[in-house]
């Protein structure tokens, strides 16, 4: 059986699905066209239901959830993993907090690129900074340079931008995973792995079995899909590919758990509270 699978060309999902999509696994008679994207894409991808299996952002998940439903494998959630708002300008840091006045003073006239509107980061960010309003959506990849360019004044990054903003002379201003961790205790939920609702409840349960041999296998076998994750890490080293994957892969990418599954009901009780995401009837997880 042939899968639609969109995943990003990231590090930590090349890492994830090397064995899947090589068959260095038994995929159980199932097969995959692969679809790589940057999240936002994805994120839309689902909105439209154009793929079986995709990534997405959990913040995203909210306005898909009727089409697709979470798997346990697959995912990215951790301490220490969030998206960090950044700067070229070091005096925007002083005084810079989720209760500055400054913030809310200068919240309309400070222009924020962010990778996308339904990444969890984005999400984020509204959370900790609900007055920086003006933002202007771009490619996650592009942020640093628009803001060495002062064609934005903040930035909000995620990736592999985490490892390399410092060295370009950008700042860190708040780290919003530790800000969500302080604020919840929880695993910041960051992005998910959803099949269709649609396939058979076999399907799902088989899909799911899979990636979750791929992750392990990928543990097991680190180097192994070596030239994979190069190929679609564009010139990043092999040093940064390999932190941006101990980064965002570990215990909750092999299976949620209770843990996890906590945490990204924190996230969306939180959003349904604030009345930012619609609400649903449908399960979550996977059953």
């Known amino acids: 059986m042939k899968l639609s699978l969109g995943f990003s060309p990231c590090p930590n999902d090349t890492f994830i699905f090397d064995a899947l999509i090589h068959h260095k696994i038994d995929t159980e008679g199932l097969d995959f066209e692969v679809h790589y994207d940057d999240v936002e894409t994805l994120n839309h991808k689902a909105f439209n239901g154009e793929l079986d299996i995709t990534k997405l952002s959990y913040h995203a998940y909210a306005y898909a959830v009727e089409k697709y439903v979470l798997l346990n494998s697959g995912s990215a959630l951790g301490f220490g993993v969030g998206p960090l708002l950044i700067c070229k300008r070091h005096e925007l840091i002083e005084g810079l907090s989720e209760n500055s006045d400054r913030v809310s003073a200068a919240g309309d006239e400070w222009l924020v690129g962010i990778p996308g509107r339904y990444t969890t980061a984005n999400f984020l960010l509204g959370l900790a900074f609900p007055t920086l309003t003006n933002k202007q ?119 949620l758990g209770d843990e996890g599954k906590t945490a990204i009901r924190t996230l969306f009780n939180k959003a349904w509270e604030l009345e930012l995401i619609p609400q649903t009837t449908h399960d979550l997880f996977l059953s």
Request: proline letters at 3%.
């Open 137 to 255: 959506e771009m490619v996650f990849s592009a942020i640093e340079q628009a803001l060495l360019d002062e064609r934005i004044d903040l930035g909000l990054i995620i990736h592999e931008n985490r490892f390399t903003y410092q060295e370009k002379g950008l700042y860190k201003i708040r780290d919003l995973g530790d800000y969500w961790e302080r604020t919840t205790g929880a695993p910041i939920p960051l992005g998910g792995i959803v099949a269709k609702r649609q396939l058979p409840e076999e399907i799902q349960h088989r899909i799911d079995r899979v990636i979750r041999r791929s992750v392990e296998y990928a543990f097991a076998n680190p180097k192994s899909g070596l030239d994979f994750i190069r190929s679609h890490a564009q010139e990043m080293s092999e040093e940064v590919m390999y932190k941006h994957i101990e980064l965002y892969v570990n215990r909750f990418s092999v299976s």
